[in-house]
């Protein structure tokens, strides 16, 4: 079985500012691959970032990086230089053998002007 | 089409009568996913497709719920006999491999009165 945790329903950050989400995950899997998505309030689920399990090097897309600690099943999401349409819901997600893709119970991030 | 396409994008329905959500995935995309969104909540894993077999129907919350897809394409989410629980956003979702990640559609939205 494969389970992700969200442990953060809600942060707010000042805009400009820097917020860490955090995600914990479990499988028995070697081979695995995560994501963060973001949801704004359009409903449109979009990729942020994503990480090959296999990777020690941490994913990074503009403002969006990543901490993935493999041994200890962690994988935050840092967003950097927070912009008002970074408001959104974040969730964590986990894809293992067999293409299941299970999702933690998302973060909702506000950002304030 | 380009994108991942659902329909209905609203559906009002009376409680008791049955619905079908239909799900268009990127062509040649061999992984299809069902999940349920309530206001406000995360995403509730219904089932899987690799295929057109479905190695994981865990979610589906009772036997009201059926899902089928054809031809490596298509799939149909059937709820039987509706009740008022089951209004929600019904989000779908295809993927190519396991190492990619999986791009959503719009989403039903299901009313139940």
């Known amino acids: 079985a494969q389970t992700v945790t969200q442990s953060q329903p809600e942060m707010s950050v000042q805009e400009a500012e820097t917020v860490t989400l955090s995600c914990t995950y479990d499988t028995s899997e070697s081979n695995y691959y995560l994501f963060w998505y973001k949801q704004p309030p359009s409903r449109q689920m979009i990729l942020v970032i994503r990480q090959e399990a296999y990777k020690q090097q941490n994913a990074t897309e503009n403002r969006f990086s990543v901490n993935f600690q493999k041994a200890a099943k962690s994988f935050s999401l840092k967003i950097s230089d927070s912009q008002l349409g970074d408001t959104a819901m974040y969730f964590c997600a986990l894809k293992a053998a067999g293409n299941k893709l299970t999702f933690g119970g998302g973060t909702r991030v506000l950002v304030k002007p | 089409g380009a994108g991942v396409s659902q329909s209905p994008s609203n559906k009002v329905t009376e409680k008791g009568k049955d619905v079908e959500l239909r799900c268009d995935p990127i062509?040649?995309?061999?992984?299809l996913y069902w999940y349920r969104q309530r206001l406000g909540q995360g995403l509730e894993f219904l089932i899987y497709?690799?295929?057109?077999?479905?190695?994981?129907k865990s979610g589906l919350p009772s036997d009201r719920f059926s899902a089928e897809r054809t031809g490596e394409s298509v799939s149909t989410l059937t709820i039987q006999r509706t009740q008022q629980e089951d209004s929600a956003v019904y989000l779908c979702?295809?993927?190519?491999?396991?190492?990619?990640?999986?791009?959503f559609g719009q989403g039903t939205r299901l009313t139940v009165v």
């Open positions: 062509s040649g995309h061999t992984a």
């Open positions: 497709f690799q295929g057109n077999s479905a190695p994981d």
């Open positions: 979702a295809s993927s190519l491999r396991v190492n990619t990640e999986a791009f």
